[in-house]
């Protein structure tokens, strides 16, 4: 069985590095591409440096902390060292690196290509949609297979390497924790900008949004960058590596098979990468000239390639069960629902967005309310059905055996999160196609070449809801079965202290009670955290505009000449972001650590829960909430409730206001906050069995 | 032993009848008291009869769906009639009809009271404070008094009758489903009239919020009394109600002293009725002029008085222990607690409610953003509260055997609500206050007198944080001891079915998980159907005001003789009201049924805790967030951050309207669905443990 599982080791290396190749080729079809217009050259330049001005200054900080936090793993985890595990520590200290280095060059890379294709799609928009569409999508396809192929190959090697698949929660950590500076920095970054763009250019100054002459529209638009796709990409890269991870932990724990079980999971993600590669090569808009039915269309082609491998496999591959293809495809199912759900709440053809636009003519008030009212609604599609997948994933896999539930469950976490190289790229797409429109009105491509881009835009949009909605149902699945890894871990450690062993968290128990309630009130507080750093730090930026305004002669009134220092904005967003962001995950972070000392591992199982119930309900809240408005906006503009202009459309504005640091700051950082405690929760796990005030 | 419980059920009755007959004479005090003004009056007697046709119209409804539910009762509960359980069944349909009966006169005497002291409070305040301060208050504690004598009442006399506690659970749906409609309607119906009469008047005409010109303007003054008076009264009756039955349903399933646990919950329901007692015949306003002091120091003496006499209990009376006393001191202590960390974020001399004031220069969407993000905060200290309460009466009380330690929560619960007479009666002091306000300005009875009732209604904002983090951390604590009384019945129907034991619900069980997960997205959907019923229901009361406007010659210039049919805007929110809750509330129960029949008894645990944590979190969220975009906006009026009529100023009026549906209809409502669907959940058992799809 030990050579079976070579086998997968070396499919894992080869796809892995297929997938590298495949984006090494694509990245040299995006950047042949031609760029013509000086304009588009120099704006997009100034993009590209302030998204790496952001991405150094994050780095730096980031080193900083990573290797303080590998500092303290080599002390402590898996177990203090002066306790004789050296080995094991360095182990699981160096896999912690590796997967900060792994997770930052896939957002370094990201970024590069990112900024590198929304010039060149801009230019091919000009050629037609097609073109254009393909230069985006591709730019979006070197992210996707890069963080898949990056989380594969760092998993598949800790584990050989190392062979003890606990080391894998450090690599693991490792993601997580650049995950969530990468996902809400970039979400303080991106909101910053954007407020204190519009506060001063659109509200002050009335005028238009990507107009040079504001010194924070370049911020603006680094910030789709940081925000969008190194952001995004960082969290996928976490979930995934998360998924992988725990699905190995439990593998492991479980008697008989065990090796059979680590193997289906690397063939799992193996297959789940080859589909993508696949749907990637395909993908391209059809004769109707739609690009979101091309992103969809593509969407499904990869789920059902995937299904078919999968099938394949477990019919000829002895030890595989159909009960465990049954479970990943569940989770791949209901990742599709609630993507379509998500659709529901946040797309101007369906009926919500119309309401709350016709609701806005009685003013802001009523925007904000029906925002926030079909917002809560909107979660209970995405909770019933992760809660319905993880019950049958359940039923499907409990006959196998003790254990094996739990590891059904995780392994619908790994089959939603198979095709993630296909929803990355679509995702990546997104903020391409967006700056390219900036740059295609900037750069004065003409009419034609606008309504293509714009197309595109809107296409990414849609296309958005539906990854959203996956990414936050995969990081639920996921974090169902960190809390199994948890439980796992701290089983390993309460027997190595000659202590009874966890069966469960039994809700009646007042001490998992009491994790359960300080648990989930953490989003809350790490959300907030976020949103009012977004506020304060978008102040410091406006102050910054209105000194450029008195100090730099000319610049208010445009004389030809007068530049505006756009890195002074840029470097306001970036150390502000990081500022507020280290104080909010710090928070939830020592919440763990307190709840843990004051009620050892049965109070941190509940915290667990509770941070998933009220972190999901939140993200689910807010990312939906935010959608709503933006599109009852863009609904309004387009001429409905009164159009442009009207009493509605200026509430419609204030609720996208309000959306904005919802969807885009504090909605997806929720993710990887959980991310981060339940790793931090099972890394510690011998540090609560030893020592806690009530457990 | 049985003999000793003989006596506390006449004690019970003793000082219930004490209760009645303290509040017959404060009653009867308040009537002495003359109005002279002719005006105040006339206004009066508008308000009074605009309750009086909510209360009837409610109240026939309510009789309808209390008949309906009786019959399902009596034809299923506890066990189908058909399985002979005849006696059983007609005891628990008519405990359940006692619960509804005693809760509608409580709310209907306390509106009765209400409506007579606001008219006489404006009257008093000619002669200074202290009268004023005297009427207002007394005319709250017939309320108050009411109220507890009602439920020691009910609640002793259906368990002397029956002698079976489960048929209390009856009792405490009785008391719920009307507190359900009583808040959510009230809540409902005072918010329509509120955002109505705001929209018509203030933003439309320019008039001033209580310009009789205004068809809404009695509807406005009737919803403080119908939503603060009737609603908050019903919620407390039905927390007070279910605190016990769960307290005494778990007493009778010790084993071992049950008699004497059973004893302790009277006894302490008792001595907090005294204890409440002689807090309200002290209370007065000192020589220092402070009304809000006044309030304050007469809970803290009952609160003192209680904590006294209950150990002088435990010390003489056998088998009483000071384990309990501690869970119960514990309770009260940690209400104590969530009352000052709610005062810390919307009282506006702490600095919170100052930077929602100064961010609301940036706009409105500013306003918003930083009341949403402090009032997420605002949950953690509640919560964590909650959490450790339950924590440390279970540590207390866990050394004295099997199922003492969920007594112990249960009795933490019974703690906190022990002074609930006090809180009754300072919460209904404020909208008696503030209708005097009101009155006093319509009669004019000059300026001195305004501002004595501005001083008294300032008062009772203040008092009002406290009041409420109480009954929310009071509504925690109990539907944790109902999901111990849950418990108990499950395993009384499992072990009558023959089947194996529960003996906890296990977050590792995926049955569980779903349960969770389900259950948390309800609080949500409901609070945001109430919200959305607001809204639909304020727009239907607009379109008949204009209509008046245009119908009724004069109106709108305030010709004499010109009058508006208070009673069309009455009537339209108490329909819609009516019918806006029923659908929300129905969401709830059905919700329930739904989850058991598809989990059985394991999901339905969860479905609780779910229902629990985000119910907690959102209610927290919501009360706090509305109170502190009410102070803020208030705190710009009285001259900060720009002051009445700058841009802060509108900006934080957005927020204000904002909040309302929140701190008024639905984060207090939202207690009152959780203590229902706890008791749907524990009163269909044995529906969920004979049938369940997963179960």
Not at 130 to 157: T, W
Request: charged share 10%.
């Amino acid at each position: 069985m030990e050579n079976n599982l070579s086998v997968f080791y070396g499919l894992s290396f080869l796809t892995a590095a297929l997938a590298f190749a495949f984006a090494v080729y694509l990245y040299l079809w995006v950047k042949r591409q031609q760029v013509q217009n000086a304009r588009i050259k120099e704006i997009s330049m100034l993009i590209k440096e302030g998204a790496n001005t952001f991405m150094i200054r994050e780095y730096k900080i980031l080193a900083i902390f990573a290797g303080a936090a590998a500092a303290l793993i080599f002390l402590l985890l898996p177990s203090p060292i002066w306790q004789g595990s050296f080995t094991a520590n360095l182990s699981m200290a160096l896999s912690y690196l590796a997967g900060t280095i792994l997770s930052a060059i896939a957002g370094k890379i990201g970024i590069l290509v990112a900024t590198l294709s929304n010039a060149r799609t801009a230019q091919s928009a000009q050629q037609g949609l097609k073109p254009a569409f393909l230069v985006g999508f591709r730019g979006g396809a070197v992210m996707g297979l890069l963080v898949v192929g990056c989380s594969l190959l760092g998993v598949a090697a800790v584990l050989m390497i190392t062979g003890d698949s606990s080391i894998l929660l450090g690599f693991s950590f490792g993601a997580s924790s650049l995950a969530l500076f990468a996902k809400a920095g970039g979400g303080i970054f991106t909101k910053t900008a954007d407020v204190a763009a519009d506060l001063t250019g659109k509200v002050e100054l009335g005028i238009d949004e990507d107009d040079p002459r504001n010194p924070a529209v370049i911020a603006d638009n680094v910030g789709d960058n940081v925000g969008d796709v190194a952001g995004m990409g960082a969290d996928l890269f976490d979930s995934n590596v998360a998924a992988m991870a725990s699905a190995l932990v439990i593998a492991q724990s479980l008697t008989g098979g065990a090796y059979a079980n680590v193997s289906m999971v690397f063939c799992y993600a193996i297959l789940g990468l080859l589909a993508s590669i696949l749907g990637i090569a395909t993908a391209k808009v059809g004769k109707d000239g739609n690009p979101t039915r091309a992103l969809n269309s593509s969407t499904y082609v990869t789920t059902g390639i995937f299904l078919a491998l999968t099938a394949l496999a477990t019919l000829a591959l002895p030890g595989f069960s159909w009960r465990i293809w049954g479970a990943s495809a569940t989770g791949l199912l209901v990742g599709v629902i609630i993507g379509i759900a998500t659709d529901y709440f946040t797309d101007d053809t369906k009926p919500i967005v119309g309401r709350v636009a016709r609701a806005s003519s009685s003013g802001p008030a009523f925007t904000v309310l029906s925002g926030v009212s079909y917002g809560l609604i909107s979660a209970l599609p995405a909770m019933a059905g992760i809660a319905l997948s993880a019950l049958v994933a359940y039923q499907l896999c409990a006959p196998m055996g003790q254990g094996y539930a739990i590891f059904g469950i995780s392994m619908a976490a790994v089959g939603m999160l198979s095709i993630v190289g296909m929803i990355i790229s679509n995702d990546a797409y997104g903020p391409i196609v967006d700056n390219a429109r900036g740059l295609a009105e900037m750069g004065g491509l003409g009419e034609q070449t606008i309504r293509i881009a714009d197309e595109l835009d809107s296409a990414g949009n849609t296309v958005k809801a539906v990854t959203k909605g996956f990414s936050i149902g995969a990081a639920g699945l996921t974090v169902i079965s960190l809390l199994g890894a948890f439980m796992a871990e701290v089983n390993v450690a309460l027997e190595a202290a000659g202590k009874a062993l966890i069966t469960g968290f039994d809700i009646m128990s007042p001490t998992v009670f009491f994790g359960i309630l300080t648990g989930a009130a953490i989003p809350a507080v790490f959300s907030a955290m976020l949103i009012l750093g977004v506020d304060r730090n978008a102040q410091r930026m406006v102050a910054e505009i209105h000194r450029q305004f008195r100090e730099i002669p000319g610049l208010r009134e445009g004389k030809p000449g007068a530049r505006p220092q756009y890195s002074q904005c840029i470097d306001i967003a970036t150390s502000g972001a990081l500022k507020e962001l280290i104080s909010a995950g710090m928070t939830a972070i020592l919440a763990t650590v307190a709840v843990g000392l004051i009620g050892g591992p049965l109070a941190i199982g509940g915290f667990l829960l509770g941070n998933i119930v009220s972190g999901l309900l939140l993200a689910l809240f807010m990312s939906n909430a935010g959608g709503l408005w933006d599109n009852a906006k863009k609904y309004i503009e387009s001429g409905n409730a009164g159009g442009k202009g009207s009493p509605a459309h200026k509430a419609a504005v204030i609720g996208d206001t309000v959306g904005d640091p919802f969807k885009d700051t504090a909605g997806p950082s929720i993710n990887t906050q959980i991310t981060v405690v339940s790793l931090v929760a099972s890394l510690l796990s011998s540090l609560f069995v030893a020592f806690s005030f009530f457990g």
